[in-house]
């Protein structure tokens, strides 16, 4: 140390200094203050806002890290969870049971009552409308040539003229044997030299031979001419009534209305059934036609008023 220089030591915890004096003639002499045992040994009392300031502190960071949790989770994304699945699958037999059949078109047809008849009856009213709608000339027709057997030639002559069947209706069904059905069917049909001749002929009737094979039907020959149906005798109508209720008179005109229009009464009779009343009504034509109502009082019943037993 240099000459004449004085240093001083501060003693922690007291305001007492060491001097430190350095005489480079005379030797290196401390001066220490005196200092009680008693006082260096004691501590001094903490004070009391530092356990406040520090329990704040832990209170500010305690709350830090909650808002960084949570503000944290709000952002992140929703956990995938893997699902794991059996990687064997279990054996199947190699052979399947064998399905029970199915019924074919022909079999179910075969199963229902009737309808081979059926069949047989549609087939034989199309092909009648086919055959007497050519005017004479039928092997000139597809239609017919291919509902009889393959190869066919019909002659049909010199027949030159016009035809139309206007309707047909089958009235007889027959069973022949196996598949074999024979069908009466009535028509009425337009006939002429040409067309503008054509006129409204008088009902005729046919038998047609006709093959059914499931769902499959063929006509086995040319139409064959029959008789039309016989008719059978009926009861004759009751005589007629001169004193006709008003309310049957009311009641057979609300009948007719919603065929036509201005009905008219024109005769009515009595039996043990009710009245039989006949009534003029006009169609949409203008044409007039008398019509027949059956009413017991104010009511349409179902069976003739004057048979017995109705």
Avoid: C
Avoid at 23 to 32: I, K, Y
Avoid at 81 to 94: Q, R, Y
Avoid at 219 to 224: A, R, S
Avoid at 263 to 292: F, N, Y
């Amino acid at each position: 140390m240099r000459a004449g220089v004085t240093y001083v030591r501060r003693v922690a915890g007291w305001g007492a200094f060491v001097d430190l004096h350095n005489d480079p003639n005379d030797e290196l002499r401390e001066h220490l203050e005196h200092i009680p045992w008693s006082d260096l040994t004691t501590r001094r009392e903490i004070p009391r806002w530092i356990p406040y300031v520090a329990a704040g502190v832990i209170a500010v960071a305690a709350l830090g890290v909650f808002l960084g949790k949570n503000v944290g989770s709000s952002q992140t994304t929703t956990p995938v969870v893997a699902v794991s699945f059996p990687t064997t699958v279990p054996e199947v037999a190699a052979t399947l049971p064998e399905a029970a059949p199915l019924y074919s078109e022909a079999d179910l047809m075969a199963l229902v009552p009737g309808s081979q008849e059926q069949l047989a009856t549609t087939r034989a009213v199309w092909f009648v409308r086919e055959y007497f709608g050519t005017g004479g000339r039928p092997g000139d027709a597809g239609g017919v040539l291919a509902a009889l057997p393959a190869g066919v030639v019909i002659d049909t002559g010199e027949g030159q003229g016009a035809s139309y069947v206007e309707w047909a209706e089958p009235f007889s069904v027959e069973q022949l044997g196996n598949d074999l059905y024979r069908v009466g069917v009535v028509f009425g049909m337009l006939g002429g030299q040409d067309v503008s001749t054509l006129a409204r002929l008088e009902p005729v009737a046919v038998v047609v031979v006709v093959a059914v094979d499931g769902d499959r039907t063929g006509v086995v020959d040319l139409p064959m001419p029959v008789e039309l149906p016989s008719r059978t005798d009926v009861a004759a109508w009751p005589d007629s009534s001169n004193d006709v209720p008003e309310s049957v008179v009311d009641a057979a005109e609300r009948e007719v209305t919603p065929w036509g229009s201005d009905p008219e009464v024109v005769t009515a009779s009595h039996g043990d059934g009710g009245w039989r009343v006949e009534v003029l009504v006009s169609d949409e034509a203008g044409i007039r036609w008398p019509m027949a109502v059956w009413i017991d009082g104010t009511d349409r019943v179902s069976m003739p008023p004057w048979v017995t037993g109705s």
